[in-house]
C-alpha cells in the first residue's frame, strides 16, 4: 500500500530549511502546526453521498469525530462503520499499525480513491484528523460546501516535543464549562495536547470539594474585584465567582479524552492559599488576623465581613500574599490529602500540579508552629520548610500513584526527588532541574505569558499587563537551551503558554489573548526548530483565521504586510 511506503521514503518537505520551497498561503496544503513532510499528488477525493468512513474498533471517538466533521461540510449523512475496511473505493480508513515508531505520529495517504489515515496510536488518528480538517475549507466548518474535495496528498508527521501545553486561570476570572470545553476544542484544533487547569488561587476557589464544602461556597465567591492597574482604582463591589461541581469536572476529563487532551488540575499550594484561608482560617498561620486588602480598595462587602468578625475573606485584588498554608501544623496537610484523595479519581492526568510559586516566608518565620517544625526537622531556612512541605505532599500523591509538577520555586530549599518543574521566571529554573535530572516543562514569561500585552499601541492601557509579548516572539521561542547537553535537555518535556487572567474578565479577552499567539507556540512545540519558517506561518495563519472566524473565536487579526497583527480589543473590561 502506498502509504506504507511514506515511512521508508525521502519527502519534500515543504516550508522548512533555506533550499526548501515555502508553502503559499494560496495552496490547499495550508496546515498549523507545519507537518514534517507533505508529498502534494495530483487530483482530489470528493465526498459524495456514497462516501464511508471504517474506523478500526478501537477509534470510535475519532470515527464519530471525522464523521460530524464531514457531515456538517457536506451536508450528507456520512456512513461510517468499525472494523476492517472491505470497500475498494470511496472510503475513508482509520486504522491503528503498532510498528509505527512514533506514539503521536500520523500518516495519511489521500488519492482520487479515498483516504487513508494510519497512526500507532488513537492521538495519532486524531491529529491526522485535525490535519484533514484544516485541508477542507474553512467555510465548511458551519456551511455546506457543494462538491466537498480534499486535494490528493501524502503527509507524515509527528511532534517535537510529548508536553504541548496550554493553561488557564480560572480562579482570578471565572469562565463556565461550555467555554472550557470551547477552549479544549482549540487546543485540539492545534495538536495540544494538554491542559493546565488552574483551579484554585487567592481570588476563588473553583473545584467542588465533597469534605470541605465551604471550599467553594466561601472560597468561590468575591465580594468585589480591585478596578485597573496598581495601586488600582477601587472596588467595582460585585459579587463574582463561581465553580465546578465534581460532574461538571467528570464531564469536562470525559470531553478532553475524546480529543486525546490530558487535563492537569492545579491545587495551589503553599501560597495564594487565601480563597482556602477565607473558608478554612485555620489552615493560616494566624487565623485571627483580617485579609488584608487597602481600605482604598476593599469592597463594602468585604468591608462588612471584617467589620462583623470574619476576618478572613477572599482577596479582591491582585498580587502575591503573606497569608499562605500553615507548614508547622499538621491540619493543613490532613486538609490537603483530603482534597487531594477528592480531586485524584476525577483527573486520569499522571501529574497533579501543586503550584509551589510565589509563597511569601514572612508568616512562616513569625509562626511558632512553622518555626517549632523547623526545629524538629532539621532546617536551616523557611525555604528549607517550602521544599519539606512540597516533599511531604509529593510524597503522599506518590503513594497514591501520581507524580507532581510544581513552579520553578520549588527548586528553592532543595527539589522533591520525583518532581517535575515548570520553568516559569526564565529557564534558568529549567536548565538548574534538567541539570538534575528532572523532567521539566518551559513556560518562560517572556515566551508564553499570553497576559502580556500583544501590540504596542495596547501600552498602559489598563488591560495591559507585563512586558510586549508580540507573535512572533512566541514563534520564535526554542524550549532547548543552549546550555544543556543533548542528553540533559532529554528532559525537556515540551512548553505551555500561561493565560493568567487578572485582566481577562470575558470569554472574548481570553481568546483574543490566546489567538494567534497559541498558534505560534503549537508550531513551536510540533515542528523541529530549523524548520520554522516565519513567513510561512503568517501566511498559513491568514488561511487559518479564517477558520477561526468562522468557528467563531474573537482572534487578533494578521496584517499581512506589517510586523504586527491589528485588532482592537473588546471593549468589555470589568477590572478596567
Ligand atoms: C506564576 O506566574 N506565578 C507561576
Redesign the pocket.
Known amino acids: 500500500m502506498r502509504i506504507f511506503l511514506l515511512s521508508c521514503c525521502f519527502f519534500i518537505v515543504l516550508s522548512c530549511g533555506s533550499d526548501q520551497p515555502v508553502i503559499h498561503p494560496e495552496t490547499a496544503y495550508s496546515i498549523i502546526p507545519q507537518p514534517v513532510s507533505i508529498l502534494p499528488g495530483s487530483g482530489f477525493f470528493e465526498i459524495d453521498h456514497n462516501t464511508i468512513v471504517v474506523g478500526a474498533v478501537e477509534l470510535e471517538a475519532e470515527t464519530a469525530f471525522i464523521t460530524q466533521l464531514l457531515d456538517q461540510a457536506s451536508g450528507y449523512s456520512i456512513a461510517h462503520k468499525m472494523g476492517t475496511a472491505t470497500e475498494t473505493r470511496n472510503k475513508i480508513i482509520l486504522s491503528l499499525d503498532d510498528t509505527l515508531t512514533n506514539p503521536e505520529g500520523y500518516m495519511i495517504d489521500i488519492t482520487s480513491n479515498g483516504i487513508e489515515v494510519i497512526a500507532k496510536k488513537p492521538a495519532g488518528i486524531m491529529y491526522a484528523i485535525q490535519t484533514l480538517r484544516q485541508l477542507l475549507p474553512p467555510e465548511g466548518e458551519n456551511k455546506i460546501i457543494k462538491g466537498l474535495k480534499i486535494p490528493a496528498v501524502e503527509i507524515e508527521d509527528y511532534p517535537r516535543y510529548a508536553y504541548r501545553g496550554m493553561h488557564l486561570d480560572v480562579s482570578r476570572h471565572f469562565f463556565p464549562v461550555d467555554f472550557v470545553k470551547k477552549y479544549i476544542d482549540l487546543l485540539a484544533l492545534h495538536k495540544m495536547n494538554i491542559f493546565h487547569w488552574h483551579l484554585t488561587d487567592d481570588q476563588g476557589w473553583r473545584i467542588e470539594i465533597k469534605k470541605y464544602p465551604k471550599l467553594t461556597e466561601v472560597g468561590g465567591f468575591r465580594n468585589g474585584t480591585v478596578k485597573g492597574h496598581r495601586p488600582y482604582d477601587g472596588s467595582d463591589n460585585q459579587r463574582y465567582g463561581g465553580f465546578y461541581t465534581q460532574d461538571e469536572v467528570r464531564d469536562v476529563v470525559t470531553y478532553a479524552e475524546k480529543k486525546h487532551i490530558t487535563i492537569i488540575p492545579e491545587i495551589e499550594m503553599p501560597g495564594h492559599a487565601s480563597a482556602a484561608i477565607a473558608a478554612y482560617p485555620y489552615l493560616s498561620c494566624f487565623p485571627e488576623e483580617p485579609t488584608i486588602i487597602p481600605e482604598d480598595i476593599i469592597s463594602t462587602g468585604g468591608k462588612q465581613l471584617q467589620a462583623e468578625g470574619t476576618p478572613k475573606i477572599v482577596q479582591e485584588t491582585w498580587g502575591v500574599f503573606d497569608d499562605v498554608f500553615c507548614a508547622g501544623d499538621d491540619t493543613t496537610f490532613e486538609f490537603l490529602e483530603d482534597v487531594l484523595d477528592e480531586v485524584i479519581p476525577l483527573f486520569p492526568s499522571e501529574y497533579i500540579h501543586i503550584g509551589g510559586?510565589?509563597c511569601p516566608k514572612e508568616n512562616w518565620k513569625r509562626c511558632p508552629d512553622c518555626q517549632k517544625r523547623m526545629k524538629e526537622m532539621g532546617l536551616t531556612d523557611e525555604h528549607e520548610l517550602q521544599s519539606y512541605f512540597i516533599q511531604r505532599i509529593e510524597k503522599y500523591l506518590n503513594t497514591k500513584g501520581k507524580k507532581i509538577i510544581g513552579?520553578d520555586e520549588i527548586l528553592e530549599g532543595g527539589l522533591a526527588p520525583n518532581a517535575t518543574v515548570m520553568s516559569?521566571r526564565g529557564e534558568d529554573g529549567g536548565i538548574d532541574a534538567a541539570k538534575q535530572s528532572h523532567q521539566v516543562i518551559m513556560t518562560p514569561?517572556t515566551y508564553c505569558y499570553l497576559d502580556y500585552y500583544q501590540f504596542k499601541a495596547d501600552a498602559g492601557k489598563s488591560t495591559a499587563v507585563g512586558n510586549y509579548l508580540p507573535v512572533q516572539k512566541v514563534y520564535e521561542y526554542n524550549p532547548f537551551p543552549e546550555e544543556l547537553t543533548a542528553e540533559q535537555a532529554e528532559y525537556i518535556q515540551g512548553a505551555q503558554a500561561?493565560v493568567?487572567t487578572e485582566y481577562m474578565p470575558t470569554e472574548e479577552y481570553v481568546e483574543y489573548k490566546v489567538l494567534p499567539r497559541m498558534t505560534a507556540l503549537a508550531e513551536v512545540v510540533w515542528v523541529a526548530d530549523s524548520v520554522k519558517n516565519w513567513s510561512s506561518f503568517k501566511s498559513r495563519l491568514e488561511r487559518l483565521s479564517e477558520r477561526y472566524r468562522v468557528l467563531g473565536y474573537n482572534y487578533a487579526k494578521v496584517d499581512p504586510d506589517g510586523e504586527e497583527f491589528i485588532q482592537e480589543q473588546p471593549t468589555e473590561n470589568k477590572s478596567e
Open positions: 510559586d510565589e513552579w516559569w514569561t500561561n493568567w
